[in-house]
């Protein structure tokens, strides 16, 4: 009888033995799936604070400088949700031209100042800013000469980004606080986007003029649970 019974504490038709042994391992598994929710909760609630926050100070410092550029009666469109700022290419270059014409360095001489102002004056906006981007954007019409829809892209992103570079390097020539050099070199970044993100009518038609500008945005740094728990998937 005890070998029997011995047998039948190690066997796999559910001694009692095992029963203790599962039990205990599910009991672990159930406690570690609780606390790992309660962590990913935790980590989500702080996720979503920061982002509230920071969208909150990009609202006031897009409102900010909507305003200072009105009062200098400068004309740029502002997204007030995101602070990025459209500018006409006719602010900036001659038809056909990515030299900056006499009115675009007057405009940008005026501009630059109060857009790096509203940026760097806030430093909750700024320490959390990776990029200033100027990106260049064309209308969609095509080149003489050009047949393909990839050529005439392809010569429209030369030209989106020449006009991009035109901006940036005069940037530095303006006259604002050159105490934000050292940022502005570390974050100001170029590119050229073609006609890839037209301007629409309302009636959904591209609106030519409006497609035909310069942009500046900011890229914030990413916000995700890796960040929250410490690690580094190599995003921002």
Excluded: C
């Excluded at 992103?157 to 570079?165: Q, V």
């Excluded at 990413?222 to 190599?234: E, P, T, V």
């Amino acid at each position: 009888m005890g070998i029997r019974a011995g047998k039948s504490g190690h066997g796999g038709s559910g001694g009692e033995g095992n029963n203790v042994f599962w039990t205990t391992m599910s009991d672990l598994m159930l406690g570690l799936a609780i606390i790992f929710m309660t962590l990913f909760v935790l980590a989500m609630t702080g996720f979503t604070q920061e982002t509230v926050e920071l969208q909150q100070n990009q609202m006031k410092a897009s409102e900010q400088m909507a305003e200072k550029l009105q009062e200098a009666n400068i004309d740029a469109e502002v997204d007030k949700l995101t602070g990025n700022v459209k500018i006409s290419e006719l602010e900036l270059f001659d038809v056909g031209s990515y030299t900056l014409s006499p009115k675009g360095k007057a405009y940008l001489d005026k501009f630059v100042p109060i857009y790096l102002e509203t940026i760097f004056t806030n430093p909750s906006l700024y320490e959390n800013i990776v990029n200033i981007i100027v990106q260049g954007h064309t209308d969609s019409q095509m080149f003489k000469g050009l047949t393909s829809e990839t050529d005439q892209f392809a010569k429209n992103m030369e030209l989106s980004l020449l006009r991009a570079n035109a901006v940036e390097q005069y940037m530095f020539k303006t006259p604002y606080n050159k105490e934000y050099n050292e940022k502005l070199t570390k974050m100001i970044v170029v590119e050229g986007k073609s006609f890839a993100e037209p301007v629409l009518t309302a009636d959904g038609h591209e609106d030519y003029t409006k497609s035909r500008r310069v942009e500046l945005k900011v890229r914030v740094k990413a916000k995700n649970i890796s960040r929250m728990f410490g690690l580094n998937f190599g995003t921002n």
